[in-house]
């Protein structure tokens, strides 16, 4: 087919989205001939039926690759700007999207989201090349997914990073700015970006899904300042907001402290999306009450890390007893589980991952209390996965896998292929760094060529639960249940 065909079904896929109307159709065209370095038309194109999107990118992409339109290391952009072609423009979104939302906020939702797959805005053939699989905890099934669609980052290089001024622009990978912004080495290709702007008690957000979404409907909720993400009273009213405004989808915050916190700090926002987390499925470990908020049903659940589930009809006291908590727990100390909100020279340790959903007419609010310190004996996180667990995971533990989805690094895939090998007594050049853990494998199992890659995979979420017991401040033990009972008689004090 030729290349002025994919032209043509290029045009219709933009007519048909919204993003021209019909009068726009040559235009688009005479844009896209240029974009593609091409100066003239050929009468013998037809009306097709509607084409794949992605499909036709990669016809485009190879045409101007093979032609020398861009260079091979250019593809990210020059894809990217290729998109913005098929994707309208940000006030017809928001436009749309609102004007849907009116039906229900599930057809906006669902309008944008496959808007942001079809322009490849979400990177849907990247991310089903991630590994996915469900571990039987006792904790109920966590979800282990190996990502091979986005590079690691280090824990003391998201904490150095926190102390850089960036004077460049956009500031982060999370300003508004970045809609529409071509790109360069430091920053990703953005032409095709758009966010929905939405209102949440009166300060002007945007929602964006995330391009290399690690689990359904996968989305960024950002503020349109570039201001530090804090964990507040604002925040906790911000999550009931956006339910209020979305009450399909879960949304979460990422704790404001480095070693417990998320990837980026500098950048107050939030994660929502699509998606029943373990941890929303996991059952209350047992009931608890709070004196002030009789109205509101609390509990322990049965998780390896320390969560508080609130639960009521009344958004209000939801927040005010998360502020009630959050105050306690920045002041708690237990020095005997090596909890300490504070050390000498000032510096704050405690804080909270929030995450929330509706049930029904519930709101529920899930609480999970961390602590930042470090030890001689941990210096990478008191209450982090500790060294013997590193050659498997040692970023941070965010809000995703807080909730139980464990998100493995890449380099991970070639490794556990050679510990297979070594399990099987063949030849390997196995990572020194599993060397232990595969040694305890081999005394406590037995390896077959059928069976081994199941196992390692399986042995892999045990290493992810005892990722999570480490992040636990309150144990899941009879020291730890007890530590945790003598904080709750605190937060009643
Ligand atoms: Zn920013």
Redesign the pocket.
């Known amino acids: 087919m030729s290349i002025y065909q994919k032209i043509q079904d290029f045009v219709k896929l933009a007519i048909a989205n919204g993003s021209i109307e019909a009068i726009d159709e040559i235009y688009l065209r005479n844009r896209l001939l240029h974009f593609l370095s091409l100066s003239d038309w050929s009468e013998n194109v037809q009306e097709t039926n509607l084409s794949d999107s992605l499909e036709i990118m990669d016809e485009l992409l190879n045409f101007a690759l093979k032609k020398g339109v861009f260079k091979a290391a250019d593809t990210e952009f020059y894809e990217s700007a290729l998109m913005n072609f098929i994707t309208p423009l940000p006030s017809k979104v928001n436009h749309v999207f609102w004007k849907k939302y009116q039906q229900s906020p599930e057809s906006a939702t669902n309008y944008f989201y496959d808007l942001a797959k079809q322009v490849n805005q979400v990177k849907t053939r990247e991310i089903a090349k991630n590994i996915e699989y469900l571990y039987p905890s006792t904790y109920g099934d966590l979800q282990i997914t190996i990502n091979l669609s986005k590079p690691e980052k280090d824990p003391k290089a998201i904490a150095a990073a926190k102390l850089i001024h960036d004077n460049s622009y ?8 970045n809609e529409g912004f071509y790109g360069n080495g430091n920053k990703a290709a953005r032409s095709n970006h758009r966010i929905v702007r939405l209102e949440l008690n009166d300060e002007k957000w945007g929602f964006q899904y995330s391009p290399y979404a690690y689990f359904n409907e996968h989305s960024i909720v ?2 349109e ?3 530090p993400m804090a964990i507040d009273h604002r925040c906790f009213s911000n999550l009931m907001a956006f339910l209020d405004l979305f009450p399909h989808y879960m949304i979460g915050s990422n704790a404001d402290l480095p070693i417990v916190g998320g990837s ?1 700090l ?2 107050d926002h939030y994660q929502a999306g699509r998606h029943e987390f373990p941890m929303a499925k996991a059952a209350l470990r047992e009931k608890i009450s709070l004196d002030k908020f009789p109205e509101i049903e609390v509990g322990i659940v049965n998780w390896p890390m320390s969560v508080l589930r609130l639960s009521s009809r009344n958004s209000e006291s939801i927040v005010a007893a998360s502020d009630e908590i959050l105050a306690k727990w920045r002041e708690y100390n237990d020095l005997s589980l090596s909890i300490r909100a504070q050390s000498s020279d000032g510096t704050l340790h405690h804080t909270i991952t929030p995450i929330a959903r509706k049930r029904g007419d519930f709101y529920e609010m899930d609480l999970v209390l961390r602590d930042n310190n470090v030890s001689e004996t941990f210096p990478d996180g008191i209450f982090h996965p500790h060294a013997e667990l590193h050659h498997i995971k040692k970023e941070n533990i965010g809000l995703i896998e807080a909730m139980g989805l464990a998100i493995l690094p890449a380099r991970l895939v070639p490794e556990l292929a050679e510990v297979e090998k070594y399990l099987l007594g063949k030849e390997n050049q196995m990572d020194e760094i599993h060397k232990a853990w595969a040694d305890q494998l081999k005394a406590t199992d037995q390896f077959s060529v059928e069976d081994v890659h199941y196992k390692v995979g399986q042995a892999v979420g045990e290493v992810f639960t005892k990722v999570l017991q480490d992040a636990g401040v309150f144990k899941d033990d009879e020291s730890g249940h007890a530590g945790f009972h003598n904080f709750i008689d605190f937060i009643n004090s």
């Open positions: 956009p500031k982060c990978a999370l300003c508004i700015e950002l503020n300042k570039h201001q980026i500098t950048h």
